[in-house]
């Protein structure tokens, strides 16, 4: 499983701003109280909690919808972790060594991302940015290139949003290609349309370390393969649907050649970030 980058690239543009302080939470939340004495770090803490709890949403991650400023209630916010670790509110690089759990043999690490009530979190669907938050703490499980600890994936709701075409997409026999934290293959297996799952991922030590676990929970899985996804193209039936979900940054699958043959020579093929990214003053090819 490739590094996986879940930060907008550098090229795309900040979410829009409005002036309207009903649609920007954070604003209207940070405004300060006029006075003989001006604002007060308890006056601004409430402003905030007030503001949020005005306009959060609960939750839902089939039906929740894109918002450039979305908010939503961290009690609807619900992510499985993968390991029973204490939660730290900190980027990886400065989470204390006890508090990130690495695999056997050094590839990966993980841990349970404390996000603190209003901290933005990037926001991505197709073409658009925006940007997240709770009105509450909520905890987010990361997995990380265990050296760099450098984020590969993390349950949020970007990448809930970007799968969900994917998803969509899944009936009869699904070849799922890069399993992650397993969220494509969960959300894959509960759709009754879908018969049969076959999970293809590239690290033997994902695998040993939770892979085979996660796979195990899920019935519908017959076939568990170590290797490359694209090598098992057309085994599986004229009518078998492929969902990749193997590249390090969002907009890296519209320019991946073979991904793109692919396409071209089967059905039922899909690719996490099949878009393109377009840079402001370029234009880039039609695949």
């Keep these: 499983m490739p590094h996986r980058d879940s930060t907008p690239p550098e090229d795309t543009p900040p979410p829009a701003n409005s002036d309207s302080f009903a ?14 004495k001006g604002p007060l770090k308890d006056s601004m803490e409430t402003s905030l909690a007030i503001a949020l709890s005005q306009v959060a949403e609960p939750w839902d991650e089939d ?10 209630q961290g009690q609807t916010y619900h992510t499985a972790p ?4 204490a939660a730290y509110p900190a980027d990886p690089e400065y989470t204390p060594d006890n508090l990130l759990l690495k695999s056997p043999g050094g590839e990966f690490a993980y841990m349970n991302r404390l996000w603190k009530r209003g901290e933005g979190i990037p926001l991505l669907q ?4 925006g940007t997240v938050c709770w009105d509450q703490d909520v905890v987010i499980p990361v997995l990380l290139d265990g050296r760099t600890l450098t984020v590969w ?5 970007m990448e809930v949003f970007t799968l969900r075409e994917g998803i969509s997409m899944a009936k009869g026999t699904v070849i799922v290609g890069g399993l992650g934290m397993g969220y494509l293959l969960r959300k894959v297996c509960e759709k009754t349309t879908v018969e049969r799952v076959i999970v293809v991922e590239q690290s033997r030590e994902l695998l040993d370390w939770f892979g085979d ?3 195990a929970a899920q019935p519908k899985v017959t076939d568990v393969i170590c290797g490359d996804a694209f090598d098992q ?16 940054t969002y907009g890296d699958a519209a320019d991946d050649e073979i991904f793109q043959d692919a396409k071209r020579q089967y059905k039922g093929v899909w690719g996490w970030g099949d878009y393109h990214i377009i840079t402001p003053g370029k234009k880039k090819p039609k695949s």
């Design 23 to 36: 649609e920007n939470p954070w604003r209207k939340a940070m405004a300060p109280r006029r006075g003989k």
């Design 63 to 72: 039906r929740t919808r894109f918002k450039p400023e979305l908010v939503l």
């Design 82 to 85: 993968l390991f029973d670790i």
């Design 126 to 129: 197709n073409r658009k940015t």
């Design 153 to 157: 994936m993390s349950i949020t709701p």
């Design 213 to 215: 676990r996660l796979c």
């Design 233 to 248: 193209l057309g085994k599986f039936g004229d009518q078998a649907r492929y969902l990749f979900d193997i590249w390090p």
